[in-house]
Every structure is written in structure tokens, then in C-alpha cells.
């Protein structure tokens, strides 16, 4: 059988749990799932390969793109073409897929999160998330995939045989780029991953000179005030309020967003909230598939009477 | 120092609707306005603030129709040097047909450069591919999701590149290069109207894009169009503005979290 080769995503000592919707788009396609992995001790759950390829590189040097293509290559000249190579759709995944593909002329589609059997398309997003487009890919040879975290993990299953172990060794290293350290983010008085309420604002704000009245609104509200990406990068919101992937993961009581479209890169940090209430003049905006309820309005006429009802109070 | 910025006009599609005709053939773009690729625009900011601190000159590129020119007169008015439209009619939807393009006119044109900077992804499309797959044909060191540049040193430069919840990594790679840069590095500068129009008096270079594309076609074809998924949905609360701020604090005091 074929097998799909997967680029274990790895940080820090740990093996995410992303890794898993990898071994289901393995499962769902038929096709082995095969893992190459940094050394290290991970906490792989190994019954779920059927191969597992150890390669003699500390991580750092493992997920720098660089040496990802000389170990790629090593892969494929030793056991072989697969049928896929396999990556998360994460910082790591978004930036080796790319490049392997592009060295080896690969085709290559990004950020999947379905599949279609009877067709055999893949399912993408685009337009943050307000459409989907069914790709197929032609052509011979093997192609490159970063899967969308959460979409396939209900389909892994683990296999019946042994693992296979397998050693990678003598790998060259490419010192053009290298990795110096990390650097977490500094602490702020508040950490927005702890409050119950959640009042939220996106891009939909329109203006900075906007945000005072929202911030009397969170003070009326008891809640706390955090934004999506576009308010943070604007600096309207100081960086420890971003909700969303490269921001914080929150699971307030209820999670209050206004003018906020509902990407993914958003959407995974906030999804598990107990309530989420959504204001959005647009109806199409996906947000409201996450909700438990909607208000389709202006926001800033919903912030106005709000003030206006709580003052009155 | 010289450096190459990829620039993409895209439709503005997060406050329209997005219309699919048909069986799902296509999607609707004919009434979106369309603009700057937000991420290029940071990226656009960030070569341009390079060579006003290192010297040399930023050169923007676009790829695609003749109105893409909009987004290059932008960037002269911003700042870079020179701009120059790669013609395709037919949009290079396909990531690997795309890259392989700009590869090939960069190696043919024989550009001189030291760093190649694209935004992280597009906002139509969303692969996010181009840089790093541009990086790969031409074999040069790649970064990506790169939130800070601190030093352009010789031969080499120093980044902090964005990762998970926060979390950053600091990064040394060799020159050339090609970096594909995050929203938010930066504060982009205003454009005026009068500024655009002042651009548009420096000429802007085109290339037909067919001069570069034998032997390689698509690998990817779209099947269909459709609209996401539906999951559950939201309990949409009454349209009128004081029914639906009643309703939300009845809901904010059932869950406890305001009187
Ligand atoms: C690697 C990577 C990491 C990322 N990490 C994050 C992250 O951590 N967090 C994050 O949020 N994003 C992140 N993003 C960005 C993400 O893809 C989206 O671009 C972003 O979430 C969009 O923010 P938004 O919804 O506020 O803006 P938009 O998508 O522009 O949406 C604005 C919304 O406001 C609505 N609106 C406009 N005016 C009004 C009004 N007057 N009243 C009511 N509604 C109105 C519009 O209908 C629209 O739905 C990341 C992207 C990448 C590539
Ligand atoms: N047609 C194009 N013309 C110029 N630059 C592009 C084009 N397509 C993609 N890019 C660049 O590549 C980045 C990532 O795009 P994508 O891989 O399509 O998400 C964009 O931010 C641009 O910098």
C-alpha cells in the first residue's frame, strides 16, 4: 500500500495533537501513515503508524525548512515516492510544506479540511472562510498537503501490526538559516484567558477613536476587552488581548463578538467558549456557524443603546 | 540592498457578499471593490523602511491582469522605485504554476536582489504557499510569518518569525533570502489620492506572463465552488436594535455573567 508521509509537528519537546488530523487524512485516503520525527522523547501515540522514521536531528534543526528538504529527500530516495507528504497547517507546516513543494516542483494545496471520496477532491477554504472550493490535483507524482487542525482527528485509527522503526542518519545540515531561541511575550496585568465574559472586537470597529466607548461598554458589562488580529496589529488593543492561533485560546462563560468575521485563525481560540454571541451586520459571516446566537445589526448602534439601557439602570 | 516585494490585488470580500454562480462554477467578484492585499501592504512598508535605512531600492511586482497596475502605482507612491506587471489574463490560480512563473522571470530578467519579501498570505485564496514555494525553486533560505526584522547585517539578516499563543523565535538566515512578512510589523504609511496620481508618471515595466509558463501547466483544478459547511447556526435575536439588547442581557444574566 501507498503510504502518506508526515512531518510530525513538534515544539519545544512536544508532539501536538494536530498530528492526529494527519494520521485520519492518512485513514481517510487509504493510505499508510508513515512519521518522521526529530530525536527527542515525544509522547508520539505510535500505535497510530505504521512507520516511524527517527531522524538523527535535534528538533530546531528538524523544522528549519531547510533541513526538512534534505530530509525529505533522504525519505523518498531510500524508501521511495509516497503518495502524499503531509503537514499541519500551523506556523511549522505553513512554512516547510511551501517549501519542500517548491523544491521539488511538487503540486501542493494548502489549509485542507475535507475530502471528498467519490470525486476525490480535497476541500479548501477561501475568503476567510466564506466560501469552499473542491481542488483536484493532476498530474503524476506525489503531492504536498497542510491539513487544517481539528478536521480529520475523529478519523484516526491505529493499525493492527507492529510498528516499524526505522533510523535516519548522516544528514547534512544547511547553515544558511538558523535558529537562535524563543521569545515568549511579555506578561500583562491582564490575562484575558481567565475572565468569564469576553467582549470582543474585530476589524468591523472601523476607527480607533471608536474603542473608548467599547471599553465603557466592557466596564458597564463587567466583561473583560479582547480583539481579533486586525484591532492588535493596528495597536488599538495591546498584543495580550488577541484571541485566535498566534494570540490566546479563551473558554470564558460567554465569549461577545462584535465586528468580527469569524476566521479560522479566530475561530480555534474561541471556539470552545460555553456561550458565543455574535454581532455582525453581514448574515454570510461565518462567525455566526459558531454562535449559539446573532445579532444581525450595526455594532456600534448595538454598543450605543446597550450603554444607554445600562446607564439608565 | 535590494529587495523584490510581491504584490497581489485582491477583492475586498470581508464586508460583501460573496455571490456563487451557477452549479458552483464560480464565484462572483463583478461588484467587489478591490484593493492591496492587506498582508503586502505590511510587507510593502517593511522593504520600503530597508532600503530607507540600508540603501538601494524596493522593486514591486504584481502578477496578473492589466488592473493589478493599481496596486503598483500605490506602491511607487509609497516608496518603492520601480513596478512591474507580469500579464496573465487567466488568474495563475494554481500556487506551484504561480511560483514557478515568478521564478523563472526572476532567474531570465536577472535580477539582482538580496531579499525577496511577499505577505504571508493572500485574502482571496488563502494558500499562504508563495513565498515559501518561490524560496524552494530558487533554493534560497526562507522565513516565514516574520514579525520583526532587527538587524540587516553583512551578509545576513536577524528576525523574529510568529509562532503559537504568543510565542516568537528568533532566526538568523543568509542574504539572499526570501521572507514572507505578518500583518501588524509594522504601521503602514497613508497614501494620499494626489500621491497615486504622482506615481503614475513613472512607468511601470510589463511583462507578458506566457514568456514564462512553457512546458508547465496547471496542477490543481477547482471542481466546484459552494458555501461553507453549515453546522448548527445561531438563534438570531429579534432585528430591531432595542428588542436585540434586551434579549442579549437576559442571555448575559442567565449565564451569570452581569446582572
Ligand atoms: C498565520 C496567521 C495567524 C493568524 N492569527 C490570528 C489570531 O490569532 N487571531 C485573529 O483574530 N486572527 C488571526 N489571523 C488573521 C485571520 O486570518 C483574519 O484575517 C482575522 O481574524 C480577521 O479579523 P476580523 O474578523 O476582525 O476582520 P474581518 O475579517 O475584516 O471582519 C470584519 C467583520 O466586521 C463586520 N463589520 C464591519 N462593520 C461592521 C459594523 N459596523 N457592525 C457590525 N459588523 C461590522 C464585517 O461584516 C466583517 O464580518 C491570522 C492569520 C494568519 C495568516
Ligand atoms: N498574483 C500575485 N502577484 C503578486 N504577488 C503574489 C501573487 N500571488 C501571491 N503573491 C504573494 O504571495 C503572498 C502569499 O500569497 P498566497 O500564497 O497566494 O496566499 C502574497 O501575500 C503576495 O505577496
Redo the contacts between chains.
Keep these: 500500500m501507498s503510504y502518506g508521509l508526515i512531518m510530525a509537528d513538534v515544539r519545544r519537546g512536544l508532539f501536538d495533537e494536530r498530528n492526529l488530523d494527519l494520521v485520519g487524512f492518512c485513514n481517510v485516503l487509504n493510505i499508510d501513515p508513515w512519521l518522521i520525527l526529530p530525536k527527542g522523547a515525544y509522547n508520539v501515540r505510535e500505535a497510530y503508524f505504521k512507520r516511524i522514521i527517527q531522524v538523527e536531528m535535534g528538533e530546531e534543526e528538524f523544522i528549519n525548512p531547510l533541513n526538512a528538504v534534505i530530509t525529505v529527500k533522504k525519505v523518498i530516495e531510500k524508501f521511495g515516492d509516497p503518495f502524499a507528504l503531509i503537514f499541519s497547517a500551523s506556523s511549522s507546516g505553513m512554512e516547510i510544506a511551501p517549501y519542500v513543494a517548491g523544491y521539488l516542483k511538487s503540486p501542493i494545496i494548502t489549509d485542507v479540511s475535507g475530502y471528498q471520496k467519490e470525486s476525490g477532491t480535497l476541500l479548501k477554504s477561501l475568503y476567510s472562510d466564506k466560501v469552499f472550493a473542491s481542488l483536484k490535483i493532476k498530474g503524476e507524482g506525489f503531492f504536498v498537503i497542510t491539513v487544517r487542525s481539528g478536521s480529520f482527528r475523529h478519523e484516526a485509527r491505529e493499525i493492527e501490526e507492529n510498528t516499524i522503526y526505522e533510523k535516519l542518519e548522516g544528514l547534512t545540515r544547511d547553515e544558511r538559516r538558523r535558529f537562535l531561541g524563543y521569545i515568549e511575550e511579555e506578561k500583562q496585568e491582564v490575562d484575558i484567558t481567565k475572565a468569564d465574559f469576553l467582549l470582543s472586537i474585530g476589524r468591523g470597529v472601523g476607527t480607533k477613536d471608536e474603542i473608548p466607548l467599547y471599553e465603557e461598554l466592557a466596564s458597564l458589562l463587567g466583561a473583560t476587552i479582547s480583539g481579533s488580529r486586525p484591532v492588535i496589529d493596528k495597536k488599538w488593543l495591546p498584543k495580550s488581548r488577541q484571541v485566535g492561533t498566534s494570540g490566546k485560546t479563551v473558554k470564558p462563560k460567554v465569549y461577545l463578538a462584535m465586528g468580527i468575521s469569524g476566521a479560522f485563525q479566530h475561530v480555534s481560540g474561541m471556539k470552545d467558549s460555553e456561550c458565543i454571541i455574535a454581532v455582525n451586520k453581514d448574515p454570510e459571516a461565518p462567525i455566526f456557524q459558531y454562535a449559539h446566537y446573532g445579532i444581525i445589526a450595526d455594532m456600534h448602534k448595538i454598543r450605543d443603546r446597550l450603554i444607554q439601557i445600562l446607564r439608565e439602570k | 540592498m535590494n529587495i523584490l516585494v510581491f504584490l497581489k490585488r485582491v477583492?475586498s470580500?470581508?464586508?460583501e457578499?460573496?455571490k456563487?454562480l451557477g452549479e458552483?462554477e464560480a464565484?462572483d467578484l463583478s461588484r467587489l471593490p478591490f484593493k492591496l492585499n492587506?498582508w503586502d501592504n505590511y510587507a510593502l512598508e517593511e522593504a520600503i523602511r530597508a532600503v530607507e535605512k540600508e540603501g538601494g531600492h524596493v522593486i514591486a511586482i504584481s502578477l496578473g491582469a492589466k488592473e493589478s497596475d493599481d496596486v503598483l502605482r500605490r506602491a511607487i507612491a509609497m516608496g518603492a522605485g520601480e513596478g512591474i506587471l507580469i500579464l496573465g489574463e487567466e488568474a495563475l490560480f494554481?500556487?506551484?504554476l504561480r511560483?514557478?512563473v515568478a521564478s523563472r522571470f526572476i532567474k531570465k530578467e536577472g535580477f539582482n536582489f538580496d531579499a525577496i519579501f511577499t505577505g504571508v498570505q493572500a485574502?482571496?485564496?488563502?494558500?499562504?504557499?508563495?513565498?515559501?514555494?518561490?524560496?524552494?525553486?530558487l533554493?534560497l533560505?526562507?522565513?516565514?510569518?516574520v514579525v520583526a526584522i532587527e538587524e540587516w547585517g553583512k551578509g545576513y539578516v536577524?528576525v523574529?518569525?510568529?509562532?503559537?499563543?504568543?510565542?516568537?523565535?528568533?532566526?538568523?538566515?543568509?542574504l539572499p533570502?526570501v521572507l514572507s512578512i505578518q500583518?501588524?510589523i509594522n504601521?503602514p504609511r497613508y497614501v494620499s489620492v494626489m500621491g497615486i496620481r504622482r506615481a503614475s508618471q513613472i512607468e511601470r515595466k510589463i511583462y507578458e506572463s506566457s514568456l514564462y509558463m512553457e512546458g508547465v501547466?496547471?496542477?490543481?483544478?477547482?471542481?466546484?465552488?459552494?458555501?461553507?459547511?453549515?453546522?448548527?447556526?445561531?438563534?438570531?435575536?429579534p432585528?430591531d436594535?432595542?428588542g436585540?439588547?434586551?434579549e442579549?442581557?437576559q442571555?448575559?444574566k442567565e449565564?451569570?455573567?452581569?446582572q
Excluded at chain 2, 126 to 133: E, L, W
Excluded at chain 2, 217 to 237: D, F, M, Q, R
Design positions: 477583492a470580500s470581508q464586508e457578499e460573496l456563487i458552483g464565484v492587506d494554481d500556487p506551484r511560483a514557478i485574502e482571496d485564496d488563502q494558500f499562504g504557499t508563495f513565498g515559501g514555494y518561490l524560496a524552494g525553486i533554493e533560505p526562507y522565513v516565514s510569518m536577524l523574529r518569525r510568529e509562532l503559537e499563543g504568543g510565542l516568537m523565535e528568533k532566526v538568523k538566515v543568509s533570502s500583518t501588524g504601521e501547466i496547471s496542477s490543481i483544478e477547482v471542481l466546484k465552488w459552494s458555501y461553507p459547511p453549515k453546522k448548527e447556526g445561531a438563534k438570531i435575536l432585528y436594535i432595542d436585540a439588547c434586551r442579549l442581557l442571555i448575559l449565564r451569570g455573567v452581569c
